[in-house]
């Protein structure tokens, strides 16, 4: 009954299991749109579908590469998915990337390649790990984030001296929403695409007129 499943396909599933849930624990942790489960699964499939490509081939005859070469178009409809463009940002290019990335390291292990498949996680942690830190402290990149503040019942200029910190920042502010919470207090709500410094920057100068500020990223 299970003549098929041998240790050494096992090895290589579990593998591509590994390798996906590593990459994908990294963007689970950044609360990206692909995460734990999805890069796992994508890093098993691709491999699961090059392990059948070889077999199927070697069973009845043909090309070798012919289904696992389907594997490319099908995860480009996934990273598409989660590329979002919303008021001329794009979002999720990163992510999509990485998608694409993983189902190579998942064909890389089904094809019996396993330390190149390893070596091309590490580079992709390097990438996404310490390149993302290079790019935030350098100011580099950016990110779209919703600014939320709550400012006490009795402060009715607290809009156009937000307005002001916004404009002196040289920060294009989008979406904005101004509404009272069920305490009565004041509400301002906006998007800014921004970089790290400028995010602590902004979040200092609204703390400093007693507001409560929360910072969180963009959701569509």
């Not at 396909?9 to 593998?15: D, F, I, K, N, Q």
């Not at 390097?126 to 390149?131: G, H, Y």
């Amino acid at each position: 009954m299970l003549h098929d499943l041998n240790i050494v396909t096992v090895g290589r599933l579990l593998l591509a299991a590994l390798l996906g849930g590593i990459v994908g624990l990294e963007r689970e942790l950044r609360h990206k749109p692909a995460g734990l489960r999805t890069n796992m699964l994508i890093c098993i499939g691709a491999a699961l579908f090059t392990i059948i490509s070889f077999e199927m081939a070697g069973d009845v005859g043909g090309d070798h590469t012919r289904i696992a070469a389907q594997i490319i178009p099908g995860i480009g409809f996934i990273g598409a998915g989660v590329v979002i463009r919303e008021r001329g940002a794009v979002v999720g290019i990163t992510s999509a990337a990485t998608i694409f990335m993983i189902a190579s390291v998942g064909m890389a292990v089904g094809a019996g390649l396993p330390v190149t498949a390893i070596f091309t996680t590490l580079l992709m942690l390097v990438s996404l790990v310490f390149l993302g830190m290079v790019e935030d402290r350098i100011g580099f990149h950016t990110r779209l984030l919703t600014f939320t503040m709550t400012a006490p019942e009795g402060n009715p200029n607290i809009l156009d001296r937000v307005h002001d910190i916004i404009h002196d920042a040289h920060i294009v502010a989008q979406r904005w929403k101004t509404h009272r919470n069920g305490a009565g207090d004041i509400v301002v709500e906006f998007d800014a695409d921004v970089t790290s410094k400028q995010e602590q920057d902004l979040s200092s100068r609204l703390n400093a007129l007693n507001l409560h500020c929360e910072v969180r990223p963009f959701q569509a």
